[in-house]
């Protein structure tokens, strides 16, 4: 009996709420509170360090002592004003290519969109094109029987001599936006060695 008792007090309680509220309302307790955690600073990207193609230039550590120099995504050290620019002179090639006496490079004139071409002797002396001077100092090719391709070490300067290269390093002729070679003038690819 007093089981039956507790059963309608219940009943009429809820019943009561229940008209109170009229029937409609749902009353849910409030969410806890949550600290929210400190964000975490993203973790820097860093690009890929630019590598000579391979095959065409041995990679040699750094002696003892030597303070490794910051590479430009072109592949030569930056010019500061207490180093002289370095000397004209390709690194050593590598033996599975062949070397060549001529280079042939096609120039692209963004001004007025016009094409040519120059044909510089390996070694020889620099050619003017534009507001740029362009040398050779390595021009080879792979051998027969592997997929054709043509390398060449280039330096590109401002024409008033003495300033500093704006550009000196390999170029691929299988790869022509690998390496930027020009200024906002005039940009120079590989068309081929002789």
């Known amino acids: 009996m007093r089981w039956l008792v507790l059963f309608g007090v219940s009943l009429l309680s809820i019943g009561t709420a229940w008209a109170q509220n009229g029937g409609s309302e749902i009353v849910v307790p409030p969410a806890p509170v949550l600290t929210p955690e400190a964000p975490q600073p ?51 090639p590598s033996t599975d290519w062949t070397q060549n006496t ?28 534009g507001d740029l001077s362009v040398s050779v100092q390595a021009c080879l090719t792979r051998p027969a029987g592997q997929l054709p391709d043509s390398a060449v070490f280039v330096t590109v300067t401002p024409v008033p001599q003495g300033g500093a290269p704006i550009y000196r390093g390999w170029m691929l002729h299988s790869a022509p936006g690998a390496a930027f070679a020009g200024n906002a003038g005039q940009t120079f690819r590989v068309i081929g060695c002789s």
């Open 42 to 92: 993203p973790t820097p990207v860093q690009p890929p360090a630019q590598q000579p193609p391979p095959g065409l230039v041995p990679v040699q550590p750094p002696a003892e002592g030597d303070a490794a120099a910051p590479a430009t995504p072109g592949g030569s050290a930056p010019a500061t004003a207490n180093q002289p620019p370095p000397p004209d002179v390709a690194p050593p």
């Open 102 to 129: 001529t280079a042939t490079l096609g120039v692209l004139n963004k001004v007025d969109g016009s094409t040519s071409q120059l044909t510089l002797a390996v070694g020889g002396p620099a050619q003017t094109s």
